[in-house]
């Protein structure tokens, strides 16, 4: 199984914020949202999927946990944001063979 597919398998999140994250991978750009996210330059080259993966998750944990807590800092757009993202790096991730243990 892709490394992607199970991680985000063990997610569980409301399913509002999963139907808009799928909503806005019809309008996903892989270069410029994900520079943002991860606040790289422009110009920089991205990271490979499973490096993006790793790194979206984190932030997607920060989040949840500010969620739950009922922080003021949580943002709403900014989690459907992450979990889109997570959503297409796993697309990816699904495209390229497994890698063998």
């Known amino acids: 199984m892709h490394f992607a597919i199970s991680t985000l398998d063990t997610?569980?999140?409301?399913?509002?914020l999963i139907v808009a994250a799928r909503h806005a991978l019809g309008d996903y750009n892989r270069t410029t949202r994900l520079a943002r996210l991860l606040g790289l330059p422009m110009a920089q080259q991205l990271p490979a999927p499973r490096v993006v993966m790793?790194?979206?998750?984190?932030?997607?944990?920060?989040?949840?946990?500010?969620?739950?807590?009922?922080?003021?800092?949580?943002?709403?757009?900014?989690?459907?944001?992450?979990?889109?993202?997570?959503?297409?790096?796993?697309?990816?991730?699904?495209?390229?063979?497994?890698?063998?243990?």
């Open 11 to 16: 997610l569980i999140r409301p399913r509002l």
């Open 54 to 101: 790793t790194r979206l998750l984190e932030r997607e944990r920060v989040l949840e946990h500010a969620r739950r807590a009922h922080d003021a800092s949580w943002s709403a757009a900014e989690h459907v944001a992450i979990i889109t993202a997570l959503l297409h790096e796993a697309l990816l991730d699904t495209q390229q063979p497994p890698e063998q243990v």
